[in-house]
């Protein structure tokens, strides 16, 4: 919430699901924020983070949504 990817309420700002070999981590955030690079790039490395560390390699694909949980930009662990 300081560096202002939640917005005031971030209740229900994630869900963790998986299908197949495929991990799915969906995060909610405030309007626009899945536009800004550095944010991008911090949840990007948190993907491969868990592949690494929690999920044995298994690819995580992270999906930054809005607060309707409307994708609004995705990306796999297993991508530059």
Do not use: H
Request: proline share 2%; with cysteine; glycine share 8%.
């Amino acid at each position: 919430m300081d560096r202002g990817t939640y917005g005031p309420d971030p209740a229900a700002s994630v869900q963790v699901s998986k299908s197949g070999a495929v991990w799915c981590l969906r995060i909610v955030l405030k309007e626009g924020a899945w536009g800004d690079e550095s944010i991008v790039q911090v949840f990007r490395a948190l993907g491969k983070d868990l592949s690494a560390n929690l999920y044995a390699n298994a690819v995580v694909q992270v999906r930054l949504c809005d607060s309707a949980w409307t994708e609004k930009k995705t990306f796999r662990s297993d991508e530059q």
